[in-house]
């Protein structure tokens, strides 16, 4: 069982920059692929971004946040971050972490929430125009 902690959301204006971070359990957590993704008020869970082990650390980002947003991980304090930058009131949802750890056998792609075994309770980002 992997446990996810997301941190970091909050109330930002316009143009302004966040970064969220998300603590997971294990002691493999080298060998996850991680992901982010967003919800909207009304509207169904997003891909947001991916750092995927199995392609040797590759990022992968939605084109909507292609630019500003920066994916990234540090093995040894178990952490994914996403950095936001130039935040726009359309970025305003529920940014949620995933996990999928290398001994999944869960099929898909990295785009998609079946692909991911494990899932963070959620922090929220408000983006003020």
């Known amino acids: 069982q992997v446990q996810l902690v997301e941190s970091g959301g909050g109330l930002v204006q316009a143009g302004g920059s966040l970064r969220l971070s998300c603590a997971a359990s294990g002691r493999t957590f080298s060998m996850y692929d991680m992901g982010w993704f967003r919800q909207a008020p009304g509207k169904g869970r997003d891909f947001v971004a991916a750092?995927?082990?199995?392609?040797?650390?590759?990022?992968y980002y939605a084109d909507a946040v292609k630019g500003r947003f920066t994916i990234s991980r540090d093995n040894d304090k178990n952490t994914v971050y996403l950095q936001m930058n130039s935040l726009k009131p359309e970025d305003t949802a529920d940014y949620y972490c995933a996990a999928r750890p290398y001994y999944s056998s869960t099929g898909g792609y990295y785009y998609n929430q079946g692909y991911f075994d494990y899932w963070g309770q959620g922090t929220q980002v408000t983006v003020s125009s």
């Open positions: 750092i995927i082990w199995r392609d040797n650390g590759a990022a």
